[in-house]
């Protein structure tokens, strides 16, 4: 794949306002999806306890693994996706089919657009 192909099928996904836990939950359901920079047995951790902490990973979307089950969080996680138009759409289509999700914003590019999402737990108590 060229270096124009693999930027076209990138999306960053950067996490925050959230637990070590639930971004784990997030990269791991994404991860068992698509390609990502992330070793499978690696998990986000606190750079400094008692500040904010953004995690941040890169998923290439080109050849989709699995289908995405819904998943627990124990709070809402604020996600931004940034990539290509197509790259994005896939991305946040295995997000939605994981977690209830609200678009918060977007904003368009010629070449790539950026989203943020509030994610929510996609298990809901009656379903336990």
Same mark, same amino acid.
């Given at each position: 794949m060229n270096s124009a192909q693999e930027s076209a099928t990138s999306v960053v996904v950067t996490l925050s306002g959230c637990s070590r !836990? @639930?971004? /784990?939950? &997030?990269? $791991?359901?994404?991860? $068992?999806?698509? !390609?990502? @920079? $992330?070793?499978p047995d =690696?998990? *986000?951790?606190? &750079? +400094? !306890?008692?500040?904010?902490?953004?995690?941040?990973?890169?998923? /290439? &979307? %080109?050849? *989709? #693994? !699995? #289908? %995405? =089950? *819904?998943v627990r969080l124990a709070a809402p996680v604020t996600a931004e996706l940034q990539g290509g138009y197509w790259a994005v759409d896939q991305m946040q289509a295995t997000l939605a089919a994981a977690f209830d999700l609200l678009e918060e914003g977007m904003a368009a590019g010629d070449q790539e657009k950026d989203v943020q999402l509030r994610l929510n +737990?996609?298990? #809901?108590? /009656? =379903?336990?």
């Open positions: !836990e @639930d971004a /784990d939950a &997030v990269f $791991r359901t994404l991860s $068992r999806s698509f !390609e990502s @920079d $992330r070793a =690696e998990t *986000p951790q606190y &750079v +400094s !306890e008692g500040h904010v902490t953004v995690w941040t990973t890169t998923f /290439d &979307v %080109a050849q *989709p #693994h !699995e #289908h %995405a =089950e *819904p +737990s996609g298990v #809901h108590q /009656d =379903e336990t």
